[in-house]
């Protein structure tokens, strides 16, 4: 009402005020979509909370989160912890300088850039994945060159390797559109500041631009990190029957019918994706998300 | 010069990474052996077979009515949330769009998880309309991300304008917000599209045992073997949309020709 007082005071005549009250009660264009949140996602998550806190006989209990300890469980937390940092900080390593570059190149627009990263997404992602077992088996593509080159054969599939590689390959693009959003709006001005004041091409880096895209950088971390560490898909496809992550750990917990169970640990999984969540919060205040794309 | 051959080779390097596994399935799509371990020979029977197996197109076309239905509505939902959105106040604004990162940043397996919860919560059958329902929800932030920037650009005062001139407000909606804002809609229809289509984890989760998406279809399938078929479908998928792009593409840069010259 407040807003609305204000906006009649500053208005002449009383019909212009009337549609100022129009610009202002778009409001309730927000009102279905408030709803449908609250439903589909406040609502469910305090029922994972409540299933992950209660047992069959919906008492309260901690039994389903201290099920974490169990050393099945705990290996399967501690080896998907070990493997999303690797492929975390390789997609880093991958996409940095590739978001560099195609910065530099100025292509027409960034859509097309954009385009070439999501395309992938058209072939099923689980079969792009089931692709990456034709390349890396005993007789796959990668030890068919090999042989070529008479170099000996490379066991890689049906190993955490393989598990950390379809992690990167399935994730890379998360990490490189956000980083490149941040550096095409880096201002040109500061750098060439930075250049005019001395500073060489390390120093321009170190101080300037990885600092400005510090935002770009903990959205992309984010981004693949909280995907690789929960993915019950790839392990099963990369990793055959053998490695088993947290991720297959809940699933199968849910197709065997233990949802207290399965929500037990999916609260634990929620600490470490909160915990990524509040550290992103924490740098992407200005832009509100709208860096991600 | 080296420095931008290495460049050069850096970028093809990585989408050399990128499109190879597909590359590997479009091969697939023609090998005559039904194993994908070894090479049978060049066929185009799988493509043939395709249109016969019924369990495969009845997936396809789920899978596409799932799609194209759930990125519709959650391009509405979305488009006018961000409106409203745009004009609110600081501290509501960024509670929703709190809420709106949510399904993007949370785990797809936890999110799945959490909607078959409330489905079953209600008595609610899991089946088509119970994916619908999840792939609106996991849909609509990637389309209020596409359309906010776009709005964050937009002159407040033309909106004003054009009701000054006598337009109601819908129909200055219609002629001076939405052509404004519409390439930033228009992406988030498509990215919520390609999110629906390659989704597996939610619709595993949410979809019951009575219908398949493509996704799910292929999941079952990861143990005893894809079917050849379903390698000429996802070749078939790729290609369309690849061409489509390159179409959509040319024509944008034959638009902007005669502008230029002006």
């Known amino acids: ?77 501690f080896l998907a912890l070990k493997l999303s940092l690797f492929s975390t900080a390789i997609c880093l390593l991958l996409a940095y300088p590739l978001a560099i570059i195609l910065n530099k190149t100025k292509m027409k627009s960034n859509s097309f850039i954009v385009l070439i990263l999501i395309l992938p997404m058209w ?12 390349i890396l088996e005993k007789k796959g593509v990668i030890n068919n060159i090999l042989a070529f080159f008479h170099l000996p054969a490379l066991n890689i599939i049906n190993t955490p390797t393989a598990i950390i590689l379809g992690m990167v390959y399935n994730f ?82 849910f197709r065997l019918g233990n949802w207290h169970t399965g929500s037990g640990l999916s609260l634990v999984l929620m600490i470490f994706i909160l915990f990524s969540m509040a550290i992103l919060s924490k740098y992407d205040k200005e832009s509100e998300g709208s860096n991600l794309w | ?128 309309t119970s994916v619908l329902l999840s792939h609106i929800t996991f849909n609509i932030p990637y389309v209020i991300l596409s359309v906010m920037p776009k709005l964050r650009q937009l002159n407040p005062h033309t909106f ?29 229809f498509f990215l919520a599209f390609t999110m629906s289509l390659d989704d597996f984890v939610i619709t595993h989760f949410t979809k019951g045992p009575e219908i398949n998406t493509l996704s799910t279809k292929i999941y079952t399938e990861v143990r005893k073997g894809i079917k050849p078929e379903i390698y000429a479908l996802s070749t078939i998928m790729f290609i369309t949309v690849l061409l489509l792009l390159v179409l959509i593409n040319r024509r944008g840069t034959e638009k902007k020709v005669p502008l230029r010259k002006v």
């Open chain 1, 1 to 77: 009402m407040n807003v609305l007082n204000k906006l009649t005071r500053h208005t002449e005549n009383s019909e212009r005020s009337l549609q100022n009250t129009h610009v202002n009660n778009v409001k309730w264009l927000s009102f279905p979509y408030i709803i449908w949140m609250s439903g589909f996602i406040l609502v469910p998550l305090v029922l994972i909370i409540f299933y992950g806190l209660t047992n069959k006989e919906n008492g309260f209990t901690f039994d389903n989160i201290t099920l974490i300890s169990d050393p099945i469980n705990r290996q399967a937390l």
């Open chain 1, 123 to 134: 072939m099923n992602f689980l079969l792009r994945t089931i692709a990456w077992q034709n």
């Open chain 1, 172 to 253: 890379l693009p998360f990490m490189v559109l956000p980083i490149y959003n941040v550096l095409i709006k880096i201002d040109k001005d500061v750098v060439n500041a930075a250049r005019d004041l001395g500073a060489n091409n390390r120093q321009t880096f170190m101080k300037i631009i990885f600092p400005l895209s510090l935002p770009g950088v903990i959205s992309g971390i984010t981004m693949v990190f909280v995907p690789s560490l929960t993915t019950f898909v790839i392990s099963t496809i990369l990793g055959g029957s053998k490695i088993i992550l947290i991720g297959n750990v809940i699933e199968q917990q």
């Open chain 2, 1 to 128: 010069m080296v420095k931008k051959f290495v460049e050069r080779s850096y970028i093809a390097l990585i989408l050399i990474f990128l499109y190879a596994p597909i590359g590997i399935l479009i091969v697939l799509s023609f090998n005559a052996s039904k194993s994908r371990a070894k090479w049978g020979g060049f066929t185009f029977h799988w493509y043939q077979e395709l249109f016969h197996n019924e369990a495969i197109m009845s997936a396809l076309t789920t899978t596409l009515i799932i799609a194209l239905s759930s990125a519709f509505i959650a391009t509405v939902l979305g488009t006018a949330a961000a409106i409203a959105m745009n004009g609110m106040n600081k501290t509501p604004r960024t509670i929703l769009m709190s809420i709106t990162n949510i399904p993007m940043l949370n785990a797809d397996i936890v999110t799945g998880i959490s909607l078959m919860l409330v489905f079953v919560a209600l008595k609610f059958t899991l089946g088509f």
């Open chain 2, 160 to 188: 004003e304008a054009a009701q000054d001139l006598g337009a109601s407000p819908l129909y200055a909606f219609f002629k001076v917000i939405l052509p404004d804002i519409f390439p930033g809609v228009l992406s988030g």
